[in-house]
């Protein structure tokens, strides 16, 4: 893995194909052990959580549902603050066991705000998978239960995460120089 160039910025690699295959295959194994009687419901959070989603999805072995929610805080490398809904939950969810499928949490706000709304609607269980974490970042705090990485406060991008758009479709993670 070589350095690359996304747009005006520069990036080194940071964690491998492997490295990331290796994670996915151990946060899938623990939902596969905690939800062996369950059906859960993957909520994924669109965009950058669906390559992890999907490769996620792949290495569970329980019945489950998946389906995805377009929620957005992010403008090129800074968080804007605000959380915009752009495409709504359309499954129920009362009564059921739910896991959010995160890329990344670093703030903390985008599930902050989320998730009082899926609590008011009375599932049995919830729980969040996320890809990456950085807790340095973290201002409002929420408890991952299955987590791949704990990564410093840089920007990265790759494997669903992006730069204005551009780098989601990199196999391994990058971070920014």
């Given amino acids: ?27 899938a194994d623990e939902i596969n052990r905690d939800y062996s009687n369950k ?12 390559i992890f989603a999907a490769d996620l999805f792949k290495k569970i072995d329980v019945e489950a549902e998946i389906c995805f929610i377009k929620l957005a805080s992010y403008k090129g490398i800074k968080s804007t603050g605000k959380v915009i809904t752009a495409i709504g939950l359309d ?39 996320s890809l990456l974490h950085k807790p340095e970042a973290m201002i409002h705090p929420i408890k991952i239960d299955y987590l791949g990485f704990t990564i410093p406060n840089k920007f990265v991008l790759g494997y669903g995460l992006d730069y204005d758009g551009l780098g989601r479709n990199i196999k391994e993670i990058y971070q920014l120089v």
């Fill in 1 to 27: 893995m070589a350095q690359i160039k996304v747009h005006d910025k520069n990036f080194i690699p940071y964690l491998s194909a492997a490295e990331i295959d290796t994670q996915v295959q151990r946060v």
């Fill in 39 to 50: 059906k859960p419901l993957f909520i994924a959070i669109l965009n950058g959580a669906f």
């Fill in 91 to 129: 499954a129920e969810i009362y009564g059921r066991d739910v896991i959010i499928v995160e890329d990344i949490v670093d703030t903390g706000k985008t599930l902050s705000q989320f998730l009082p709304q899926l609590e008011h609607q009375h599932p049995a269980s919830l729980k969040i998978t």
